[in-house]
């Protein structure tokens, strides 16, 4: 396995990544492989440049997010990537039909270039629930999983039943704990509800360890990325702790 992050909570607390050059010396130093997507490129040569900084400092990306969907799925294939995520005009919605619909046409032209798109079952959108992301990966064959443990640990879901059923579906991982803010609150205010944390740290305790002992157990070998929403310290402290984390369960 791989392991990486996903940055967006970093860029929330920074208000930006203004020298992707250093971020990856700050994650390789406290023991990451990389980053989930090479982002914020405007042209081919800017993703050319951008994929040879990581090879520079042997850290290595999951998939590339262009300046528009053609452009993604394209430098992603180019780049010899495998997945991009799906990021159609319905993700936001609760219409799963109109998704699945979407979605299959994306799918078709991601295969096209020889990639995947993958669903990031989320809480707030279409794939929130162990109900929805089954309705979608039952009714959308052509789309794999990025697997979010705490997304759908937070909506009810069950990650064990959902590796179980499909697991030749889940082409990447994220690994998220969470603690309640206030836990009277409905899902649909989740962000009032809870925040996430760091690994270990939250209501999920051990189970991602567990999660990614069943994944390792099935053959899985594709990237883990830690993803903190949000944090209350320097990134690289809670990172660095989440690390530490997968280190003891023996990742």
């Not at 082409?171 to 760091?198: I, M, S, T």
Request: with cysteine.
């Amino acid at each position: 396995m791989k392991i990486g992050i996903a940055d967006y909570g970093m860029n929330v607390w920074y208000g930006g990544c203004y020298d992707i050059e250093q971020r990856l010396l700050d994650l390789k130093k406290i023991g990451y492989d990389g980053i989930e997507r090479l982002d914020e490129v405007a042209s081919a040569a800017e993703a050319l440049e951008k994929a040879a900084l990581f090879h520079k400092h042997g850290m290595d990306f999951a998939t590339c997010r262009g300046p528009n969907l053609q452009a993604g799925i394209r430098w992603t294939a180019a780049l010899g990537k495998e997945y991009v995520w799906l990021a159609i005009g319905s993700a936001g919605s609760r219409d799963i039909p109109l998704f699945c619909r979407q979605s299959e046409e994306f799918a078709a032209a991601c295969k096209t270039w020889g990639i995947k798109a993958i669903v990031h079952n989320h809480l707030g959108q279409a794939c929130e629930s162990q109900k929805n992301l089954e309705e979608f990966l039952d009714n959308a064959p052509n789309c794999g999983l990025l697997l979010d443990t705490g997304h759908l640990a937070a909506a009810g879901g069950d990650c064990f039943r959902t590796i179980e059923k499909y697991y030749d579906r889940i082409v990447a991982v994220h690994v998220k704990d969470y603690v309640f803010k206030n836990v009277k609150l409905g899902l649909d205010q989740w962000p009032e509800r809870l925040r996430f944390c760091e690994l270990g740290a939250g209501e999920m305790g051990q189970a991602n360890a567990e999660i990614l002992k069943l994944l390792k157990s099935k053959g899985y070998d594709g990237w883990v990325c830690v993803e903190h929403d949000t944090h209350l310290q320097e990134p690289l402290k809670d990172l660095a702790i989440s690390r530490e984390y997968l280190r003891k369960a023996g990742f």
